[in-house]
């Protein structure tokens, strides 16, 4: 391939690569686009996964997947998800594990 052919093949991809990148601006790649009020019942809840803002997406996001396979976006405005999200803080942070020992014959800690 001749040098000008890879100067050209270079070009057009810089060019390819550029205009993928102008559409999407900072601060809107994020996963939630619909937001629920909402939280259902709390216990068919599976999992909750908070995402904090980043330069993808520059809001808090909260996802809750439910026993049932579905997932939603809630809105972290919302007073009942904030109720929420603390009480689910206050317990991780509530409880205590136990401490760790050190033996003395090979020096690994058991938990």
Do not use: W
Not at 55 to 79: A, M, Q, W
Not at 82 to 93: D, E, P, Y
């Amino acid at each position: 391939m001749s040098g000008i052919m890879k100067v050209v093949l270079l070009l057009a991809v810089m060019v390819c690569i550029s205009e993928a990148q102008m559409g999407h601006t900072s601060g809107d790649l994020c996963l939630c686009t619909k937001t629920r009020d909402r939280i259902g019942s709390k216990n068919d809840i599976k999992d909750i996964q908070i995402y904090p803002a980043t330069i993808f997406c520059d809001k808090v996001e909260i996802v809750v997947s439910y026993n049932s396979g579905l997932r939603y976006c809630l809105n972290p405005k919302v007073k009942a998800v904030q109720k929420l999200m603390a009480s689910i803080i206050k317990r991780q942070t509530s409880s205590t594990a136990r401490p760790t020992e050190l033996t003395s014959t090979t020096n690994t800690a058991r938990v």
